[in-house]
């Protein structure tokens, strides 16, 4: 079946008209921003709803209790003011005064520690536990103190606190129940949801949000966030002028694009690393193949990651050869095992675990079609046959979790999280992320997780990476570069942990 190639598409975006005189007006005429996202949200409970755009718009609608600068990665003050360890499990925070909800409620522990308590139980189905599976119990000192006790000693509290853990109203979300809060959410953040249109919908910005926190005061009125899921329409869209912000633009395209005069674009460096899962432990086929370590293997030295990234990903995007991002803490680079491109090698390794014929698996992704049929491409010529599901993002991630495919080529953001526990910890828990199920390498993480000092953390998360990579459980590909496109004369900073804060944006 004919499909158009990446050029084709930008060049059909390139041939209509260069302005729409209303639209490329309306933004900084009456300070409104237009965003366009290509993921619909099921809702905006940032619990449930894990995609990098629901990430992106629970920032904004919502506030955790400590904000990290996304340029120093220091921990700010925002509902919180002070904190301090009272011991190896128990964190204390002073609560802001005078706080209020987007529905005029009062801020105050009781809200912390129901919404903590409350998605911290596994019955309530958070889609990350690692965000929150480590949180023993919340208890309220006073009306503005609170205590998150962990179960175990947890180093990387901090970091999970400020990064994922946004804070719901008690009363308002137990009134609506958590369905109904996930349409209609109250938060305390510098934007409230205004009007929604399907997959559409407007942030007001809180004209009663406070002053002091990490966040600062939104400078932009309104944003309008449109739901556009085809690239080539989100880019035509950019050029036509009626949209103002997008990402996720192609790498290739991005040059093109920047030499527009209506346009800015631009590729960041994220902390976001792309991988394939491998079903190693039979989940979709009990007889698979990739039970057999020297399959996986074979798998990880047929794929040309080098010529992948040079010639796919472009940018500041590099090879990886372990299962987390390289800066986050514990990701030891030189503990992995490093698999070298040698379709020879696979093939030999194929023929010695039985499948010199060759084998037939299915493979699950999202987002980049020509990444994915460069992996078929590889693999087919070492006598791997790879059957591709392309879905949307979400929709992709539950087949994999279902146990429905072989293998997911997807990638992971951390929810910017910066240590270890937070990428491999959400893949090798013995959850339904994990197609290894190595007790070993998942008892090295928990316990990684929990010790306070580094060296024994750093040691354990060493080990865990040996082990995860010498029994290839996955294909460790390569970190991912954003492409942005947006109109001239936006002040915004592509950040390195992959959440865009239209709060600090404006317009010159």
């Keep these: 079946?004919?499909?158009?190639?990446?050029?084709?598409?930008?060049?059909?975006?390139?041939?209509?008209?260069?302005?729409?005189?209303?639209?490329?007006?309306?933004?900084?005429?009456?300070?409104?921003?237009?965003?366009?996202?290509?993921?619909?949200?099921?809702?905006?409970?940032?619990?449930?709803?894990?995609?990098r755009d629901g990430?992106?718009?629970?920032?904004?609608?919502f506030d955790m209790l400590i904000y990290r600068n996304p340029e120093t990665f220091d921990y700010e003050p925002l509902l919180a003011t002070e904190w301090r360890r009272i011991d190896d499990l128990t964190w204390e925070f002073d609560l802001r005064e005078g706080v209020v909800f987007h529905n005029g409620d009062a801020f105050t522990a009781e809200d912390v520690v129901w919404t903590?308590?409350?998605?911290?139980?596994?019955?309530?189905?958070?889609?990350?536990?690692?965000?929150?599976?480590?949180?023993?119990?919340?208890?309220?000192?006073?009306?503005?103190?609170?205590?998150?006790?962990?179960?175990?000693?947890f180093p990387a509290a901090l970091e999970f606190i400020a990064g994922s853990l946004p804070i719901h109203?008690?009363?308002?979300?137990?009134?609506?129940?958590?369905?109904?809060?996930?349409?209609?959410?109250v938060g305390t953040g510098p934007y409230k949801l205004g009007e929604v249109r399907g997959g559409d919908f407007t942030l007001l910005r809180n004209e009663a949000y406070f002053e002091g926190g990490g966040k600062g005061t939104p400078a932009i009125d309104r944003i309008d966030v449109?739901?556009?899921?085809?690239?080539?329409?989100?880019?035509?869209?950019?050029?036509?002028?009626?949209?103002?912000?997008?990402?996720?633009?192609?790498?290739?395209?991005?040059?093109?694009?920047?030499?527009?005069?209506?346009?800015?674009a631009e590729l960041g460096t994220t902390m976001r690393i792309a991988m394939i899962l491998l079903d190693s432990v039979g989940r979709a086929n009990e007889n698979?193949?990739?039970?057999?370590?020297?399959?996986?293997?074979?798998?990880?030295?047929?794929?040309?990651?080098?010529?992948?990234?040079?010639?796919?990903?472009?940018?500041?995007?590099?090879?990886?050869?372990?299962?987390?991002y390289p800066l986050q803490f514990g990701c030891d680079t030189?503990?992995?095992?490093?698999?070298?491109?040698?379709?020879?090698?696979?093939?030999?390794?194929?023929?010695?675990?039985?499948?010199?014929?060759?084998?037939?698996?299915?493979?699950?992704?999202?987002?980049?079609?020509?990444?994915?049929?460069?992996?078929?491409?590889?693999?087919?010529?070492?006598?791997?046959?790879?059957?591709?599901?392309?879905?949307?993002?979400?929709?992709?991630?539950s087949s994999w979790r279902e146990g429905q495919i072989d293998m997911w080529y997807g990638d992971w953001g951390s929810f910017s999280i910066a240590d270890t526990s937070a990428s491999m910890g959400n893949f090798f828990d013995g959850g339904a992320n994990d197609g290894a199920r190595d007790e070993e390498v998942t008892a090295l993480l928990a316990e990684a997780a929990r010790i306070v000092d580094e060296d024994a953390r750093l040691a354990a998360y060493s080990e865990a990476i040996r082990r995860a990579t010498e029994a290839a459980y996955w294909v460790p590909m390569h970190t991912i570069v954003m492409g942005y496109a947006y109109r001239p004369g936006l002040n915004f900073a592509a950040p390195v942990d992959e959440v865009p804060r239209f709060f600090l944006a404006s317009w010159e």
């Design 1 to 51: 079946m004919f499909r158009p190639t990446r050029h084709m598409l930008l060049a059909a975006a390139l041939a209509l008209p260069l302005a729409l005189p209303a639209g490329l007006q309306a933004g900084p005429a009456d300070n409104s921003l237009t965003i366009a996202m290509g993921e619909e949200l099921p809702g905006f409970d940032g619990y449930i709803s894990t995609s």
């Design 55 to 61: 990430v992106v718009m629970t920032r904004h609608l």
């Design 116 to 153: 903590l308590n409350t998605y911290a139980d596994p019955a309530t189905g958070a889609r990350s536990q690692a965000a929150v599976s480590w949180i023993d119990r919340v208890e309220a000192v006073d009306e503005l103190t609170v205590r998150v006790i962990s179960k175990e000693p």
């Design 169 to 185: 109203p008690a009363d308002y979300a137990q009134s609506v129940g958590l369905d109904g809060f996930a349409q209609a959410p």
């Design 226 to 264: 449109r739901l556009i899921p085809d690239t080539a329409t989100r880019i035509a869209e950019i050029i036509g002028g009626s949209v103002d912000w997008t990402w996720n633009v192609p790498a290739d395209q991005i040059p093109q694009l920047d030499r527009l005069p209506n346009v800015t």
């Design 288 to 324: 698979s193949p990739l039970a057999d370590v020297r399959v996986r293997q074979a798998i990880n030295h047929a794929i040309d990651r080098e010529g992948i990234v040079a010639a796919l990903v472009g940018g500041s995007g590099e090879v990886i050869n372990v299962p987390c």
């Design 334 to 397: 030189g503990a992995g095992v490093a698999y070298e491109f040698n379709p020879d090698g696979a093939r030999a390794l194929l023929a010695e675990a039985g499948h010199a014929d060759g084998i037939t698996l299915k493979m699950g992704s999202f987002r980049d079609r020509s990444r994915a049929e460069a992996i078929q491409a590889n693999l087919a010529a070492v006598g791997i046959t790879l059957e591709i599901e392309m879905l949307q993002a979400r929709a992709s991630f």
